[in-house]
């Protein structure tokens, strides 16, 4: 009893008391739900930081070499092995090449690789298990093509695939668009089996709730079962595969350009500047870092994004 | 007049598909062949322990399950097709567990449109007219409509449920033990709102539940069923004042009554008999004190007592004043 006006009326009006008993909390006025996801976003610091690295390393690589206009093909043998200068701010390699520019270079490629081989592996991944955990029949063809991919040997079928589509989408696309796609759909295919797993566990579980049941029960159709009740609560796991999925796809992708499966040679990515400055470990370590700590945080601040978003699209989190 | 709801022999198997060489095997029986009428305005009582196919009859009833066999016939229109879209401007179902019913990622006011818009079609404008209305049946207030099923306690959740089947304008509502999972003084409101709103809008109520306190409260008529088929039928006060099933009489016992010691009924096995291999004869038997050796043999029917009165048995208890039936 703060306010005084109530407690000059309560005695005179006890029935009005009673009623505002059943109050029990002062209702805040209605907001935008895309307002209360920025505030629940706001305060994951983890996801806020994560999202403002993850920011600034997109920028940085795209717009980035509009400001460092040094070609990263560009051999000035004069200059090799050097360490960081003002000319070279990040050392030049063993052809004299601007590391930083190959950094800018190289980071287009694998975040455009990371984001599309994870949307597709997700894409995949989420229809794939949605639909083996709604229709029983699909389940088990589904889940044994799932455990087929699972077994098959990566690299081999890489190699084979390579082989095949290389010099056609070559052809159709130009060298670089045509191995982008290959490299893209190689990994794509290849990494949609967890995220698959995953979501068709959680749909089996979420057909069975009462609330599936109650749409069902006003005909709701399997198509609007699947995109308004299914989907949304099966965001959580799919947005944790994504996080992981990016991680993944940068990965994979070095390992094919280390194995000459991937960009050609003097195509610079981080992977390839990592395995490029293996060779050269001992006497520049540097060169290991660049490219090892791009990755590294651009993994983990994806990481951190997703863990936020996923709060964030969550109300019974965003409600605390 | 057009009984609300009639059931006619409606039965549920469930099958358990074939072994990889072997023959099918029979499936589960989960609701053995029921016919059962509710009038217009009356609420049924369906008790039994678990297991013993309640709900797999609410499913039926709201076409969420395909019927064996038999027919159901809705407001003397036969319904036998098990396609929810019909069935839900007719019949609706009340799910036990409040907030598991209601979509997590949705707000209220989400919930609400869902029937109205797939049923009637309704613009905007006439949804939100509808949900207003409904919400002031089942005084809740409009302030609720853009929050999150998660903020509601269990009462306010099961109102929202109550408001979601009325918005699709069924005239008869399966009630899957709307109650059981609510606070007791939460119970109360919960039930009276029910007792309000089937005064006011001519509503018909099945009526499921294993406590039977809340369903003698609330119910005109009570059917017992016990491993898939109805052991018992008849009026609310005469059911538990006079049992006539020995199993009815079991479960009345069994429920704890307050100022009296909690005394298990019987000492014997209490489990219901394994409906992958039923036994043969009365599947009450094995627990019943009035068994004899025809119950192991013959399985009884469903027979007229006493007025209005039914029991599936061969040795009814008689009733504490009057000639045995």
């Not at chain 1, 976003?41 to 460092?68: C, D, E, M, Q």
């Not at chain 1, 791009?294 to 936020?308: E, K, P």
Request: overall charge negative; hydrophobic content about 45%.
């Amino acid at each position: 009893m703060t306010d005084p006006s109530t407690h000059e009326t309560a005695p005179d009006a006890p029935i009005e008391a009673i009623a505002a008993l059943t109050d029990t909390k002062p209702l805040a006025p209605p907001r935008s739900k895309w307002a209360e996801v920025w505030d629940q976003f706001k305060s994951h610091r983890g996801a806020l930081v994560g999202g403002i690295i993850f920011i600034t390393i997109v920028l940085a690589v795209f717009i980035g070499p509009f400001l460092w206009t040094i070609d990263p093909t560009y051999i000035d043998i004069r200059a090799r092995n050097s360490g960081p200068s003002w000319a070279h701010p990040f050392g030049t390699d063993q052809l004299g090449r601007d590391t930083l520019a190959r950094m800018m270079a190289g980071g287009q490629t694998s975040i455009a690789v990371g984001l599309t081989a994870m949307a597709l592996a997700l894409l995949l991944g989420s229809f794939i298990g949605v639909v083996a955990g709604f229709f029983r029949r699909l389940d088990g063809p589904l889940m044994r093509l799932t455990d087929l991919f699972l077994a098959l040997p990566l690299l081999p079928l890489l190699l084979v695939m390579v082989l095949l589509f290389r010099e056609p989408l070559n052809k159709a696309f130009g060298p670089e668009t045509g191995i982008f796609i290959l490299i893209v759909v190689a990994i794509g295919i290849t990494s949609w089996m967890p995220t698959a797993r995953i979501v068709r566990g959680d749909v089996l579980a979420l057909k069975e709730r009462e609330f599936v049941l109650a749409a069902r029960s006003i005909g709701t159709t399997n198509f609007q079962l699947i995109a308004r009740h299914i989907l949304p609560n099966v965001m959580s796991p799919i947005m944790v595969s994504a996080t992981l999925g990016i991680a993944n796809a940068i990965i994979t992708e070095s390992a094919l350009s280390f194995l000459g499966l991937g960009f050609p040679p003097d195509f610079p990515t981080w992977g390839r500047l990592l395995f490029d400055a293996t060779d050269y470990l001992q006497q520049y370590p540097e060169r290991v870092m660049w490219p090892g700590a791009a990755i590294s945080l651009t993994v983990l601040s994806v990481n951190y994004l997703g863990d936020g978003l996923r709060d964030a699209l969550d109300p019974r989190i965003r409600g605390r | 007049m057009t009984p609300a709801l009639r059931l006619e022999n409606l039965s549920k198997t469930f099958p358990l598909g074939r072994t990889l060489f072997g023959p099918e095997r029979p499936g589960v029986r989960a609701v053995h062949p029921v016919t059962l009428e509710v009038a217009r305005g009356e609420t049924l009582g369906i008790v039994g322990e678990s297991g013993c196919g309640k709900s797999t009859l609410a499913r039926m009833l709201v076409g969420l399950l395909a019927p064996t066999t038999g027919s159901i016939e809705i407001e003397g229109a036969a319904l036998d097709t098990a396609d929810p879209a019909a069935f839900g401007k007719r019949i609706q179902y009340v799910f036990q567990d409040p907030i598991s019913s209601l979509n997590p990622r949705k707000t209220i006011r989400q919930i609400m449109e869902a029937p109205l818009k797939l049923l009637h079609g309704m613009d905007r404008a006439q949804r939100a007219a509808r949900i207003a209305e409904i919400f002031d049946l089942v005084s809740l207030r409009h302030e609720f409509l853009d929050r999150y099923p998660h903020e509601f306690s269990g009462g306010q959740a099961q109102r929202i449920g109550i408001a979601r089947a009325l918005a699709a304008e069924a005239r008869i509502l399966i009630l899957d033990e709307p109650v059981s999972a609510l606070d007791v003084s939460v119970q109360a409101q919960v039930l009276n709102l029910l007792a309000d709103l089937k005064a006011e809008l001519d509503l018909t109520y099945l009526f499921i539940s294993h406590d039977l306190a809340v369903v003698e409260a609330v119910s005109d008529r009570i059917a017992v069923l016990y491993f898939g088929s109805v052991v018992e039928l008849g009026r609310a006060e005469d059911i538990f004042r006079a049992p006539r099933h020995p199993y009815t009489k079991l479960l009345a016992d069994s429920a704890p009554v307050v100022g009296r010691a909690l005394t298990p009924p019987e000492a014997k096995e209490t489990e219901l008999p394994d409906p992958l291999d039923p036994p043969k004869g009365c599947a009450f038997q094995a627990r019943c004190p009035r068994a004899t050796a025809q119950c192991g043999q013959e399985t009884p029917t469903l027979a007229e007592l006493a007025d209005g009165h039914a029991a599936a048995c061969f040795h009814p208890i008689a009733p504490p004043d009057g000639p045995a039936g």
